[in-house]
């Protein structure tokens, strides 16, 4: 009897726990304001990012990345081309030599300039004033003739012929060449003649 009495009380007091839960569930809910996940705001902060940056570049102002390939290869020539290809690299290593007494060193170095670079008239004079420093004269007066084909008004060619024509023994073509590269106003065949004419006056 005292169990039948405790079970009633028990399943009654259960009941009435039951419907306060059940009725104060949805009160809650409603009273409590709803806080939306952290990771859906990282999210959606994500998205209009990307939007905005898509809304700023548009189809007209977007980047476009080149796919020609003959681009791609001159740029890449471009940057991995060896020095051995440039004609000034090669004259700048004969003029070097030549400065130094190594003519022979230097006719190769600038007959190489002359190989990449047929037109360059600097080349055919230099190597030619080193034939000349080393007894070809012949050679020498045919290069540096060469060179003045290229440039016929270059006063500094022609001051050149003459110191050749001057160490082959020949006065005559030496003095009419640094006569034509003073009108030129070659500075060093103007001090040579001056030189030429100061030397004649104390001689008399």
């Not at 002359?114 to 600097?122: K, N, V």
């Not at 020498?140 to 500094?156: R, S, T, V």
């Not at 106003?185 to 030189?195: C, G, K, P, T, V």
Request: proline share 6%; net charge negative; aromatic share 10%.
């Amino acid at each position: 009897m005292k169990f039948k009495l405790i079970f009633s009380k028990i399943s009654l007091s259960s009941l009435v726990l039951i419907l306060m839960i059940a009725f104060s569930a949805p009160l809650a809910a409603q009273d409590t304001p709803y806080e939306p996940n952290p990771l859906d705001k990282m999210v959606s902060k994500k998205t209009t990012r990307a939007q905005n940056d898509t809304d700023k570049s548009g189809p007209e102002t977007a980047p476009t990345i080149s796919k020609d390939p003959a681009l791609k290869r001159s740029v890449a020539d471009k940057k991995i081309a060896p020095p051995i290809y440039d004609p000034a690299y090669w004259f700048d290593k004969g003029a070097l030599c030549a400065t130094y007494g190594n003519d022979r060193a230097a006719i190769k170095y600038f007959q190489k300039t002359i190989s990449l670079d047929p037109g360059r008239s600097g080349a055919y004079f230099e190597q030619g004033i080193s034939y000349g420093q080393l007894g070809e004269f012949e050679k020498a007066i045919l290069l540096i003739n060469k060179a003045l084909e290229m440039e016929p008004q270059n006063g500094l060619y022609l001051y050149g012929r003459g110191r050749v024509h001057l160490l082959a023994g020949e006065t005559e073509n030496a003095t009419m060449d640094f006569k034509k590269a003073a009108e030129l106003e070659d500075e060093d065949a103007q001090n040579y003649l001056e030189m030429i004419a100061k030397t004649k006056s104390d001689e008399d």
